[in-house]
Structures are given as structure tokens and as C-alpha cells.
């Protein structure tokens, strides 16, 4: 019985829609009472609104242990010749040769963006999730394609 209260536990926390609503309806209830609290000087609610912000608090440190973060597939196609590749990490070209990338920043002025990954160690690179969530904005994309090769 306690292990299908925590199945059933689980797949209610790692879905978006029902965490999101749940977390909706907290606060319109802690909001509700705090009003009436103040408004009425009600003692009697104060422990209420306390330990419903407190369960918000545990409701969101929950939710980090429990929902597993959305990693971004990691995608490479080949760009105009071998040396240079399109990424869905960043804007425009990136390079696959080393020198080549050195001389083209030496003409443009720019700094050199290294990211180094092993096909071979793929899964413990963790290259989709750390470069992933660092160039998931367009702005960060900008940034890196105006200011590095």
C-alpha cells in the first residue's frame, strides 16, 4: 500500500500542470487568510497562514528532488566543410579545428570559446546539461557568437 501511495505520489509531482495548480491554489489560500488576519485581526490565523507558506516551502523542495530537469538533445550537422559545424548551442559557425579557430580569432580580435567533449565519455561529459542550460537564452548565444569564435 505505501509503495503505490508513493508511485501514485511521484507521478502527481512530476507533472507540470497539477504541481502548478496545487501551488496556484496554496497561495490564493495564503493570501485569502493573511487578508482576513489583518484586515480582521484574527489571532487564531496567524499559526494557519504560517504553516500553509511553510508547506509551499516544503512543496518546492520537493518538487527539486522529484522532477527531473528537461536536458536538451544535443545536435551537430555538418556546416560548409569539415572544420566547421552548426550547433544548437550557438549562433552561427563553430569550429572543430583547433588552429583554424586560433587564426580566425587573431583577424577578428576575438577570444577563443573552447568547449572540450569526449564522444567516446559522452554520458560523463554531461555536455547536454551544462551547455545546454548555459546557452538556453538567445542573449547568452548573442553574447558568445559577438564577443568569441
Keep these: 500500500m505505501l509503495k503505490k501511495m508513493k508511485f501514485y ?61 528537461v536536458i536538451p538533445e544535443i545536435t551537430f550537422s555538418e556546416y560548409k566543410s569539415e572544420n566547421k559545424m552548426e550547433s544548437s548551442f550557438f549562433m552561427g559557425v563553430t569550429f572543430t579545428d583547433m588552429q583554424e579557430a586560433i587564426d580566425i580569432s587573431k583577424t577578428e580580435e576575438k577570444g577563443l570559446f573552447l568547449v572540450i567533449y569526449d564522444n567516446k565519455h559522452s554520458t560523463k561529459s554531461k555536455l547536454n546539461y551544462s551547455l545546454g542550460f548555459f546557452t538556453d537564452y538567445e542573449i547568452t548565444k548573442r553574447l558568445i557568437n559577438e564577443n568569441f569564435i
Excluded: C, M
Design 9 to 69: 505520489i511521484f507521478r502527481i509531482l512530476q507533472n507540470n500542470r497539477i504541481t502548478g495548480t496545487i501551488d496556484l491554489i496554496l497561495w490564493i489560500v495564503i493570501i485569502v487568510t493573511a487578508l482576513i488576519w489583518f484586515k480582521f485581526n484574527i489571532q487564531e490565523l496567524e499559526p494557519i497562514t504560517i504553516i500553509l507558506t511553510s508547506l509551499i516551502g516544503i512543496f518546492a523542495i520537493i518538487k527539486i528532488f522529484v522532477v527531473e530537469p
